[in-house]
């Protein structure tokens, strides 16, 4: 099970988000969040970590976070 990150922009319904694989993913995802978190200064930015199989899983049960074109950054 992989964890993801995901960031996602309120205002302009832009996607970011990176995939944490193996056994610590979802665990780094989570730490990752909360990082951001703290020093997030836009609070239009939803900022979440979510544990999946595959994004094509979480691209299916939270597409509104998909409905604009999502870019990769890398783990």
């Not at 996607?15 to 944490?20: A, D, L, N």
């Not at 836009?42 to 691209?59: P, R, Y």
């Not at 939270?62 to 990769?72: I, K, T």
């Amino acid at each position: 099970m992989s964890g993801f990150l995901i960031q996602y922009d309120r205002k302009t319904g832009r996607t970011i988000f990176s995939e944490y694989k193996g056994v610590d993913g979802p665990r780094l995802a989570l730490a990752q969040r909360l990082k951001l978190e703290k020093n997030r200064r836009n609070s239009s930015i939803e900022i979440v970590s979510l544990n999946s199989d595959s994004l094509e899983t979480i691209k299916k049960t939270h597409s509104r976070y998909f409905m604009v074109e999502a870019q990769a950054e890398s783990a």
